[in-house]
């Protein structure tokens, strides 16, 4: 007689670097059941104690040791199931990561450390009966507060039209003339009227509401300024009105609360957000509000792509062409491409909005893979701004700002306007420069003799900073090569502009928008409502080329675009065209004409004189044409392989090693390199990479699932630090 099949175990996937499910017993003798499958556990893993998800139930091996017991199991119910467990394990097998450490990266740092589902209830006050009979006697505060609770408010209502409210709020509720109760999922605490569209607004609002309940990619494509957030709204209006969720994505914390603000004021429903501004445990609540279907509308960012939505109806994918959505670390996924796959999964339709898609998207539209809805003309009364090219050869430039800018400045301010100074680089100056040597201030820790990275100079000219390695020391008073003592910032930043127009336009505010001014929990909205209605100038990086409504912004000043003409990046072309585009964009979006000033050295390159005789569509059509000659994305599909090691031969020793075990299984790829990094050398480290390129997508991932377990066993891949990314947006 045959010994009885021992019970089956929990295969559980640890966020940790290994692509392998690991055994474990239940604890106390309990069976392994189907319903554990996407409950959290805690498990003795070597000497710590990790917490997985418990990814299958099955038979132990019986060529490995006795599984140990799992310490507990933290969930009643699965935490990850159905739709979104099944898109979490296809973007594993995407990646080529470990399913742990993906399924770690969706779920919110409370959760991932074992603490439990937080209550994620809205809440809402009204008054009582008695609140409604004492109503014409209260005064002051509670007077207003109580006029605004003749109906069900929530409280993130309350927070944005009555801010400092709970004081007396609580004293309502003391008096029991106020009460507070949790909210209906979905309930609507105020209706407004709707907004009237246009024709284009309201002809893509009805090809997004037609296709409900089913899956269709719509590519949105409206000129800046066209009205795409009033076409968003009326679809999640629409999916509102049938009980179902809305996930909104946008590519930066700072368009968050414009939005937020923005969607609360019109939908009449809490929305919530999801961004890395927030504490953990309002991330924590938020997903958990998602879980249970009481969110019913959320904005984030990237990492919202994760959120649960059991009661799906529509995902908005705004400022589509943006390279915030691409995680760059860990595990790399891109959000865009992400929430494809999961409105496919959901059977919900997705609107991919833009001024300036993407190639890749456009591709897809004109292959028929999504439909493709314009906004032609902006909204309203306003119209597009009037384009003017700068050229700057041979003129006097302070703080690299043209004479007849600085003038163009002062006619904007004396009419009353605002103006935008767009610089892509924060910092003071770009590089630390000896007037008597040469000597520039390089990065010790990045770059070498062949290959230097210069420090950029901040505070005034008080400190250098490495923006690639984080690396900062105080500027020296003598240069460290000759002595002397003629250390001149050279160039421009984002504090040098600042400083220089501050000083020669004394009579508006000058603000700073970059990095470094907007570290605080909602820095950027606090600065744009400092300046106001007012004149004045805004100074800023490209987080202010994005979705910003700036209605009295009636000049907008590009300078120092020219390093971007000239990139070895393929796709630098494209990214420069984009935030040109965006930029301008934020120039005249109300009543007052707008105008677009591009400084430049080159201001016969090919690139301007597409964008200012034919916009963005000209230039997409042109590049797209470019890299089908070349083969490059989105003709071809792309993956990379990366190494780093302190030593400088490892990187590529792994990478030859790695490339022999690729050629074998895969003579539709072609790999090229190994080859040293576009940056060599960073941090301290040598930097190299193999790039594999396809014109398939099937025999590209074939050939990676082939070799990664023969790669991942190679005596090199313990000598070095190494990722592979799957669909790269930067070859760096």
């Given at each position: 007689m045959?010994?009885?099949?021992?019970?089956?175990?929990?295969?559980?996937?640890?966020?940790?670097?290994?692509?392998?499910?690991?055994?474990?017993?239940?604890?106390?003798?309990?069976?392994?059941?189907?319903?554990?499958?996407?409950?959290?556990?805690?498990v003795?893993f070597?000497?710590?104690e990790?917490?997985?998800?418990?990814?299958?139930?099955?038979?132990?091996?019986?060529?490995?040791?006795?599984p140990?017991?799992?310490?507990?199991?933290?969930?009643?119910?699965?935490?990850?199931?159905?739709?979104?467990?099944?898109?979490?394990?296809?973007?594993?097998?995407?990646?080529?990561?470990p399913?742990?450490?993906v399924?770690?990266?969706?779920?919110?740092?409370?959760?991932?450390?074992?603490?439990?589902?937080p209550?994620a209830?809205?809440?809402?006050?009204?008054?009582?009966e008695?609140?409604?009979?004492?109503?014409?006697?209260?005064?002051g505060?509670?007077?207003r507060?109580?006029?605004?609770?003749?109906?069900?408010?929530?409280e993130?209502?309350?927070?944005?039209?009555?801010?400092?409210?709970?004081?007396?709020?609580r004293?309502?509720?003391r008096?029991?003339?106020?009460?507070?109760?949790?909210?209906?999922?979905?309930?609507?605490?105020?209706?407004?009227a709707?907004?009237?569209?246009?024709?284009?607004?309201?002809?893509?609002?009805?090809?997004?509401?037609?296709a409900?309940?089913?899956?269709?990619?719509?590519?949105?494509?409206?000129?800046?300024?066209?009205?795409?957030t009033?076409?968003?709204?009326?679809?999640i209006?629409d999916?509102?009105t049938?009980?179902?969720?809305?996930?909104?994505?946008?590519?930066?914390?700072?368009?968050?609360?414009?939005?937020?603000?923005?969607?609360?004021?019109?939908?009449?429903?809490?929305?919530?957000?999801?961004?890395?501004?927030?504490?953990?445990?309002?991330?924590?609540?938020?997903?958990?509000?998602?879980?249970?279907?009481?969110?019913?509308?959320?904005?984030?960012?990237?990492?919202?792509?994760?959120?649960?939505?059991?009661?799906?109806g529509?995902?908005?994918?705004?400022?589509?062409?943006?390279?915030?959505?691409?995680?760059?670390?860990?595990?790399?996924?891109?959000?865009?491409?992400?929430?494809?796959v999961?409105?496919?999964?959901?059977?919900?339709?997705?609107?991919?909005g833009?001024?300036?898609?993407?190639?890749?998207?456009l591709?897809?539209?004109?292959?028929?893979?999504y439909?493709?809805?314009?906004?032609?003309?902006?909204?309203?009364?306003?119209?597009?701004?009037?384009?003017r090219?700068?050229?700057?050869?041979?003129?006097?430039?302070?703080?690299?700002l043209?004479?007849?800018?600085?003038a163009a400045?002062?006619?904007?301010?004396?009419?009353?306007g605002?103006?935008?100074?767009f610089?892509?680089?924060r910092?003071?100056?770009?590089?630390?420069?000896?007037h008597?040597?040469?000597w520039?201030?390089?990065?010790?820790?990045c770059g070498?003799?062949e290959?230097?990275?210069?420090?950029?100079v901040h505070?005034?000219?008080r400190?250098?900073?490495?923006?690639?390695?984080?690396s900062?020391?105080?500027?020296?008073?003598?240069?460290?090569?000759?002595g002397?003592?003629a250390?001149?910032p050279?160039?421009a930043?984002?504090?040098?502009?600042?400083?220089?127009?501050?000083a020669?336009?004394?009579?508006?505010?000058?603000?700073?928008?970059?990095r470094?001014?907007?570290?605080?929990?909602?820095?950027?909205?606090?600065?744009?409502?400092?300046?106001?209605?007012?004149?004045?100038?805004?100074?800023?990086?490209?987080m202010?080329?994005?979705?910003?409504?700036l209605?009295?912004?009636?000049?907008?000043?590009?300078?120092?675009?020219?390093?971007?003409?000239?990139s070895?990046?393929?796709?630098?072309p494209?990214k420069?065209?984009?935030?040109?585009?965006?930029?301008?964009g934020?120039?005249?979006?109300?009543?007052?004409?707008g105008?677009?000033?591009?400084?430049?050295?080159?201001p016969?390159?090919?690139?301007?004189?597409?964008?200012?005789?034919?916009?963005?569509?000209a230039?997409?059509?042109?590049?797209?044409?470019q890299?089908?000659?070349?083969?490059?994305?989105?003709?071809?599909?792309?993956?990379?392989?990366?190494?780093?090691?302190?030593?400088a031969?490892l990187?590529?020793a792994?990478l030859r090693?790695?490339r022999?075990l690729?050629?074998?299984?895969?003579?539709?790829?072609?790999?090229?390199?190994?080859?040293?990094?576009?940056?060599?050398?960073?941090?301290?480290?040598?930097?190299?990479?193999?790039?594999?390129?396809?014109?398939?997508?099937?025999?590209?991932?074939a050939?990676?699932?082939?070799?990664?377990?023969a790669i991942?066993?190679?005596?090199?891949?313990?000598?070095?630090?190494?990722?592979?990314?799957?669909?790269?947006?930067?070859?760096?």
């Amino acid at each position: 007689m045959s010994a009885p099949a021992p019970p089956d175990v929990w295969r559980i996937a640890l966020p940790v670097p290994l692509p392998t499910l690991f055994d474990y017993r239940p604890p106390d003798g309990t069976p392994a059941l189907p319903a554990h499958v996407g409950c959290r556990v805690r498990v003795p893993f070597g000497t710590r104690e990790r917490v997985g998800v418990v990814a299958e139930i099955g038979p132990p091996d019986p060529d490995a040791p006795e599984p140990r017991p799992a310490l507990e199991r933290l969930d009643a119910r699965p935490l990850l199931d159905g739709e979104l467990l099944a898109s979490l394990r296809w973007l594993a097998r995407y990646t080529h990561a470990p399913l742990g450490e993906v399924l770690a990266t969706a779920l919110p740092t409370l959760l991932r450390q074992g603490e439990p589902v937080p209550d994620a209830r809205d809440w809402g006050w009204r008054l009582t009966e008695a609140g409604r009979t004492a109503l014409p006697r209260l005064r002051g505060g509670p007077r207003r507060l109580a006029e605004a609770l003749a109906a069900l408010t929530a409280e993130e209502v309350l927070d944005a039209d009555h801010p400092g409210w709970r004081p007396a709020a609580r004293s309502l509720l003391r008096r029991g003339l106020a009460e507070r109760v949790p909210l209906a999922a979905g309930a609507f605490v105020q209706r407004p009227a709707p907004h009237a569209l246009n024709a284009d607004q309201q002809a893509a609002a009805d090809a997004v509401r037609a296709a409900q309940g089913r899956f269709a990619a719509f590519l949105l494509e409206g000129v800046t300024g066209s009205g795409k957030t009033e076409v968003y709204l009326a679809a999640i209006a629409d999916c509102l009105t049938r009980g179902r969720q809305a996930l909104v994505l946008v590519p930066e914390i700072g368009l968050t609360p414009q939005m937020l603000a923005r969607f609360r004021a019109r939908l009449g429903v809490p929305v919530h957000a999801l961004h890395s501004g927030l504490s953990d445990g309002e991330r924590a609540r938020t997903w958990a509000a998602c879980a249970g279907g009481e969110a019913r509308v959320v904005v984030g960012t990237r990492s919202a792509v994760f959120l649960p939505l059991p009661e799906a109806g529509l995902i908005v994918i705004d400022e589509e062409h943006d390279g915030s959505y691409k995680q760059l670390d860990g595990i790399r996924y891109h959000a865009r491409d992400f929430a494809l796959v999961r409105a496919k999964a959901l059977a919900v339709p997705v609107v991919l909005g833009s001024a300036t898609p993407a190639l890749e998207t456009l591709r897809n539209a004109a292959l028929g893979r999504y439909v493709h809805l314009r906004l032609p003309v902006r909204a309203g009364a306003a119209r597009p701004p009037r384009v003017r090219v700068l050229d700057v050869r041979k003129r006097p430039l302070e703080a690299g700002l043209s004479p007849e800018l600085l003038a163009a400045i002062r006619q904007a301010l004396d009419a009353g306007g605002q103006v935008l100074v767009f610089r892509n680089r924060r910092g003071y100056a770009p590089v630390l420069l000896c007037h008597d040597c040469g000597w520039s201030a390089q990065c010790r820790r990045c770059g070498d003799a062949e290959h230097g990275h210069a420090m950029t100079v901040h505070a005034g000219g008080r400190r250098l900073q490495c923006h690639h390695c984080g690396s900062a020391q105080r500027v020296p008073d003598a240069c460290p090569a000759c002595g002397g003592l003629a250390l001149q910032p050279q160039g421009a930043g984002t504090e040098r502009i600042e400083e220089t127009l501050a000083a020669r336009f004394a009579d508006v505010p000058v603000l700073r928008i970059d990095r470094s001014t907007t570290q605080r929990r909602d820095a950027l909205e606090r600065h744009l409502a400092a300046l106001g209605e007012r004149p004045g100038i805004l100074v800023g990086t490209q987080m202010l080329a994005k979705g910003h409504d700036l209605p009295h912004l009636t000049l907008v000043a590009v300078v120092g675009i020219d390093e971007g003409l000239f990139s070895a990046d393929f796709r630098a072309p494209e990214k420069l065209a984009q935030l040109l585009i965006q930029v301008a964009g934020r120039a005249g979006r109300s009543h007052r004409a707008g105008e677009v000033v591009l400084q430049t050295h080159h201001p016969d390159h090919p690139l301007l004189a597409t964008l200012l005789a034919g916009g963005y569509p000209a230039f997409a059509a042109a590049e797209l044409a470019q890299r089908e000659a070349a083969g490059f994305p989105p003709f071809a599909h792309l993956a990379l392989l990366r190494a780093e090691a302190k030593q400088a031969d490892l990187p590529e020793a792994f990478l030859r090693a790695a490339r022999a075990l690729l050629a074998a299984p895969a003579p539709a790829v072609t790999a090229h390199g190994p080859l040293p990094a576009p940056m060599p050398r960073r941090a301290g480290f040598r930097r190299a990479q193999l790039l594999l390129a396809c014109a398939e997508r099937p025999p590209l991932h074939a050939a990676l699932d082939a070799a990664l377990p023969a790669i991942r066993a190679l005596p090199e891949a313990r000598r070095v630090r190494w990722s592979l990314d799957v669909d790269p947006v930067d070859l760096y």
